[in-house]
């Protein structure tokens, strides 16, 4: 079985403060990661993904991710915030050979203030 | 490529009534997705396809139906509508390696923009 915790519903940061979204996940191998963002009243938007290799991935709009095996984590970062980063963050967590099926976090709604 | 789209964007259905969620996509993926998104609650799978002519349950099938004739097109189907089908329903598709290949690579799933349905 596979499955994603995301613990906080909320992020408050300040403009130009990092960010981060905390993401800790459950799979019986070695897991393929996700994020993904969403606005107000669109489809979700991958921004980033970790697959194997170095533990920091790069990915969209400045964001990146800390894959972290012992603690099995997979926290969302981003060094300066911006307004615009307002949004819902979810995480996904996939196991090999399930017919890329994704197990989502409840979701992280991230307010930046300016 | 318009990516994947659906139809419509809001509907408010009374109770008992049917109808049908579409879905398109043009990127020729072999895998779609149909997700239902509650508040707090994250995505829930409801069903998925593999391919043309093949379906399987997600998480959540109960009191909707699938079906996949072309690569293109993948409707959800709700016969009686009840409230606790009140939900943003997302479509989405990826192109997978198919089964026989040991679950490929890490594709990320494109989405559609999403169905908001009311039942009252």
């Known amino acids: 079985a596979q499955s994603v915790a995301q613990p906080e519903d909320q992020v408050n940061v300040a403009e130009g403060n990092p960010l981060t979204v905390k993401c800790t996940y459950s799979?019986?191998?070695?897991?393929?990661l996700f994020w993904y963002v969403q606005y107000p009243n669109r489809g979700l938007q991958f921004l980033l993904k970790?697959?194997?290799?170095?533990?920091l991935v790069k990915g969209s709009y400045g964001f990146e991710a800390e894959f972290n095996k012992s603690q099995t984590s997979f926290h969302l970062k981003k060094p300066s915030a911006l307004v615009s980063d307002s949004a819902l963050y979810f995480c996904?967590?996939?196991?090999?050979?399930?017919?890329?099926?994704?197990?989502f976090g409840a979701g992280t709604t991230v307010t930046v203030r300016a | 490529n318009a990516g994947v789209t659906q139809t419509p964007k809001f509907r408010i259905l009374k109770i008992g009534q049917s109808m049908t969620l579409q879905c398109t996509q043009d990127?020729?993926?072999?895998?779609m997705y149909w997700y239902r998104q509650d508040p707090g609650m994250g995505l829930k799978l409801i069903y998925y396809?593999?391919?043309?002519?093949?379906?399987d349950k997600g998480e959540v099938p109960n009191g909707y139906n699938v079906s996949r004739s072309t690569t293109e097109d993948f409707p959800l189907r709700l016969e009686l509508a009840a409230p606790s089908q009140t939900s943003v329903y997302f479509c989405?598709?990826?192109?997978?390696?198919?089964?026989?290949?040991?679950?490929?690579?890490?594709?990320?799933?494109?989405f559609g923009p999403g169905t908001r349905l009311t039942v009252t």
């Open positions: 996904a967590v996939r196991d090999i050979a399930n017919d890329y099926k994704l197990s």
């Open positions: 396809s593999v391919g043309a002519g093949i379906t």
């Open positions: 799979v019986s191998g070695n897991p393929y």
């Open positions: 970790y697959i194997t290799g170095d533990n």
């Open positions: 990127m020729n993926h072999n895998y």
């Open positions: 989405a598709s990826i192109k997978g390696q198919g089964r026989t290949s040991g679950g490929g690579k890490a594709y990320e799933q494109y």
